[in-house]
């Protein structure tokens, strides 16, 4: 009985052998999603892997880490769906808005990230009057942005950040909302919401900088 045991047990661990070091299950389609403004080439390019190849053996880490490098992508998960598919998913920068280093202009994301150059990406808005070291300031700024409701980030039309303690929203019909800080984005959101919303404000500028208060700036 011992000795039937042991050969199955060899017979197993050579089949294992057998699929891991030759191509008996190989990789038939790679599958990425969720890439919108990324290159789905360069992503398939930069995974490295191909049709043929021994889905055991894929490193599937290494792919990510060379994934992630390419332009939009923020991260990336690479994953075997079996039996024959690979698929990379990518979740890419929320881009809220850009600053200009010279005429060049740089994306930033939702979390004050600039993670592009040369690139003003479509719906995001300027970020004025600060310097691309600044990076309390632009991250002040892009929270701000990020923490609006889609309706109002439509409507933005420029951020002005001299400091990251002095946020200002340029919205639609000269309509203008003094920020201020990066402390209490939900609240200050809302507060920019309810101000925005009433009826007759055309040209106001407005004061959230303490939500629980918001006033109208002379």
Not at 39 to 46: G, N, R, Y
Not at 118 to 135: L, M, N, S
């Amino acid at each position: 009985m011992k000795k039937v045991v042991a050969i199955g047990v060899a017979l197993i661990a050579i089949a294992a052998a057998v699929v891991f070091f030759f191509p008996v299950i190989t990789v038939n389609k790679v599958e990425v999603q969720g890439a919108t403004n990324a290159d789905v080439a360069a992503i398939e390019d930069a995974a490295g892997i191909t049709a043929g190849e021994n889905m055991l053996r894929i490193d599937a880490a290494a792919a990510a880490q060379r994934v992630a490098k390419v332009p939009w992508v923020e991260k990336v998960t690479v994953a075997r769906n079996w039996p024959r598919t690979v698929n990379i998913t990518v979740t890419e920068h929320d881009a809220v808005g850009y600053i200009k280093d010279g005429s060049t202009p740089l994306a930033v994301d939702a979390h004050g990230n600039i993670f592009l150059s040369g690139i003003q990406p479509p719906g995001a808005v300027e970020f004025a009057r600060v310097k691309p070291d600044d990076e309390q300031a632009i991250r002040a700024a892009a929270g701000a942005v990020a923490s609006l409701v889609p309706e109002l980030r439509q409507q933005l039309e420029q951020v002005d950040v001299p400091n990251a303690e002095a946020v200002t929203l340029k919205f639609k019909d000269n309509k203008t909302v003094f920020w201020g800080s990066a402390d209490r984005e939900k609240e200050k959101a809302e507060a920019t919401r309810i101000v925005l919303g009433r009826e007759g404000q055309e040209g106001t500028t407005w004061n959230v900088s303490n939500p629980a208060m918001p006033s109208v700036r002379g």
